[in-house]
């Protein structure tokens, strides 16, 4: 089978569609480049009738809801979960990884949970904070102007409270605190846990002609139609198109190479089109991959050549170590004063958290080093499959019985309607070059591309900052008159520390610097090897911050762009 | 098993049947183009399903797993267990019995401890009242339910017999099937799933759970009646608008 090239050279082929690549598709489509934008997965707007899962009913489907077909339940917007058909990835032995991939356009920007989180100056200093890791090459005030950017462009609800670490930003008002996150507000302050309004893209108010204002349907992980939730395809690369930018977008297209010249520079990209299970190549000036994390991780590993023995940009041998992902360890307490509820309102909010906990602790008086935040949920929500399976099992707080049958059921199920509050922390993880993918040369996915192999494990300062978590988490439910559902987790369970890959929020495998040695990618996320392809996703951050992550991919996304604009002006690329 | 052990014990069995490890199709030719025809007929109300997991959801409903027995058992088991109660109804209108067929499908691992249960349970009717459960009256069924309906909480229930087991996952699936049902969600009296504006809790709510806003937090928020203006900043990040 011959591999079919076409004749037109792009400016830009942008490897994947999610945050980075759609913002990179927006802003150089902006600046008048010609741009191809290639992706795994189908063509996805949220507002088409055929895939909308927004405003659907557990009663539409069969299954009410349950997540037999997608990890977070039918109706979440992700083409894909830690599971893919066909795609599958491998471990080294004692180790875990799970690695979630959205196959669609804008990816997993259609499902999150929007919680936009600017980096802080100390995020970006962690090895001068306290000796572990290592500092990024840039600092707060390289990427401030590109948050307000992003947060002028985007929006984002929240609130100028003048934290340090927390910073301020542009922010659309919030929503008014839900009962039980009043609840919650009392019981961390109690416990000196400060708590203040939430920080997610949503639009709670307009912030153009182009897309709608929130209308508090709670359904963000749907992927809102009206666009009133920040994805990739919605806000950025739809946008870029109607502005008039030449912007191809190649679909169920699976990237498995860079293709490079003599010279060693990129001069393209070959992908497996999932159509007709053929090889195809197109051709660029540059190539910017944000295929995530580790997929680019992957494509470069995989992109062998006479002039690249050991893969693209991989002459420090880097590519796909220093991977990490958030920490997480989440708790739900059943508050009795929150039973018997009055059904008269509707409290579905915004898709999320209305309050939010950032990080309040002094780490050098606790044995672990970075901190994490506090994501609230709770309310009457939405019945699917689920509700009710054990419909009266607080009873036994009570001293009744719990089973039986009967008309009872019927008053039990009311009298415990949202009264629970749970609580995650999502925190920050010290980057290990001892933690990485690498390719697995004995597995291929169904496209013959092989795949990659994880080896990944947590340290005592995961796993105590997740003791932490739960420490904090069982004073909080008791500050609300509340008892800690389930038992606390032990030691021999890690304290209840998710496993790597299950926050979704992995960063690090094409970290950058300015050493090459010691990093994949300069400062502008250009490959320190081959000067024409850069990195938008999360691969070149230095660390994850207790922070998610999407808001600083956003932000140096756009400021790789502006670089890459200014290069090919300037004719250095 | 306490809730959330059966809950990760749920999602655990969903994931096995999507990697299609515990996938036992009897497909013919015959009843594949039926599945074709169905997909074709109900993309008008897809629900947002791919195609590839419409043609799974066609699949499993063209699967037969409870005999017409069986699901008349339910049926009788589910209205002992949640009466219909004016004017929501109850299981039946609900679609009870057609839930936990699919789900039963849908999630191989419950199917022999349904499908073990319903013999138990005709076998009990039998050996005690000499009729199948569906045919016993109200007064005998109730009497076989009391001896199963109550778990020993402090034991996981993977340990309890398959009578106890049995019936705590009928009431679970009777319950979830009642709850997400439209007849069901009426008798919840959930009343979002539907554009509003949010403007923060009723003050009646407010003072029922003995909570009050904070004037400084609700004078950052959002002042509904501004939502549709464009918003713009000063340099410092102050909203004007």
Known sequence: MQIKESSEVYDVIIVGSGAGGGMATKQLADAGLNVAVVEAGPFFDPKDPKTMTQFKWAYESPRRGAGTDRAFGEWDMSYGDWEVEGEPYTHAKGTEFKWWRSRMLGGRTNHWGRISLRFGPKDFKGKTRDGHGDDWPIGYEDVKPYYDKVDKLIGVYGTNEGLENDPDGFFLPPPKPRLHELFYINGAKKSNVPVIPGRLSMLTKKINDDRGVCFYCGQCNRSCSVYADFSAGSCLIFPAQKSGGRVKIFVNSMVREVTTNAEGKATGVSYISKDDRKEYKLKAKVVVLAASACSSARILLNSKSKQHPNGLGNSSDLVGRYLHDSTGADRAGFVPKLMNRKVSYNEDGTGGMHVYSPWWGDNSKLDFPRGYHIEVGGGMGNPNYGFGLNPNEFNKFFGLKVGGYGDGLRKDVKKYYGSIVGMAGRGEAIARKENYCEIDPTTVDQYGIPVLKFNYKWSDFEINQAKHMHDTFEEIIHNMGGIPLGDKPTKEQDYGLHKPGEIIHEVGTTRMGNDPKTSVTNKFQQLHDVDNVFIVDAGPFVSQADKNCTWTILALSWRASDYIIEQLKAQNI | ?241
């Not at chain 2, 096995?16 to 074709?36: P, R, V, W, Y």
């Open chain 2, 1 to 241: 098993m306490d809730r959330r052990k059966s809950l990760q014990t749920l999602i655990l069995g969903g994931a096995a049947a999507g990697t299609g490890m515990a996938f036992n199709s009897c497909t013919t030719k015959e009843s594949a183009e039926t599945i074709t025809e169905n997909i074709a007929e109900s993309s008008e109300h897809y629900f947002g399903r791919t195609p590839a997991e419409l043609e799974r959801i066609e699949k499993l409903n063209a699967e037969q797993l409870f005999t017409e027995h069986d699901m008349e058992t339910i049926e009788a088991l589910s209205v002992v267990i949640l009466p219909p109660k004016e004017p929501h109804g109850g299981p039946i209108e609900a679609g009870v019995p057609e839930f936990i067929e699919f789900i039963a499908k849908d999630m191989p691992y419950m199917a022999p401890t349904l499908v073990g249960g319903l013999m138990w349970l005709d076998h009990k009717s039998n050996t005690d009242y000499g009729t199948e459960f569906k045919s016993a009256t109200l007064a005998q069924k109730k009497e076989i339910c009391d001896q199963i309906c109550w778990h020993d909480t402090e034991v996981p229930l993977s340990e309890q017999p398959l009578e106890i087991q049995f019936f705590f996952m009928m009431r679970g699936l009777t319950v979830t099937g009642y709850y997400t049902s439209k007849v069901g969600i009426a008798d919840l009296g959930y009343k979002g799933n539907q554009p509003n504006v949010w403007d923060g809790v009723p003050q009646d709510v407010l003072d029922q759970h003995g909570v009050a806003y904070d004037p400084e937090w609700i004078a950052k928020c959002i002042d509904q009646s501004t939502r549709n203006t464009i918003a713009t900043w000063d340099d410092k990040g102050n909203l004007l608008t």
